[in-house]
C-alpha cells in the first residue's frame, strides 16, 4: 500500500526518503501531513527548541499615531490602519468584561 517517497526538505533543500514504514506510522497516528524536513533538520529544530533558542524577530520602527513618539512594532505596518506605542495601545483596547 504504501511506497518510498522522496522529499525535498524545506530548510536545507536536500532529498530525504519518506519510507513506506515511516508513512504506515503516520497513518496509524492519524497525521496527516507528511514531514517536511530531513532528520538533520528536524533533530536541529528540536534542539533549538529545546535549548531556548529564539529566533530574531524582525522589528519595524513607526511613528505613534496618537503622541508622535518613535517605536518599534513587530508588525509591517500598512497605511490604512494607525500604529500606536505600547502606551496609547493600552488606550484603545477595548475593556475586558
Known sequence: M??????VCKDCGSTFIFTAGEQEFY?????????QRCRSCRNARKTS?????Q????MFT???AD???ETQVPFQPNSDRPVYC???YQNHR???A
Not at 2 to 7: C, S, T, V
Not at 27 to 35: L, V
Not at 49 to 53: A, D, I, K, L, S
Not at 55 to 58: D, N
Open 86 to 88: 505600547r502606551e496609547c
Open 62 to 64: 513607526v511613528v505613534c
Open 2 to 7: 504504501f511506497q518510498d517517497k522522496e522529499i
Open 49 to 53: 527548541r529545546n535549548t531556548g533558542e
Open 27 to 35: 497513518a496509524e497516528k492519524g497525521f496527516e501531513n507528511e514531514p
Open 94 to 96: 477595548p475593556a475586558r
Open 55 to 58: 529566533r530574531t524577530r524582525e
Open 67 to 69: 503622541c508622535g513618539v
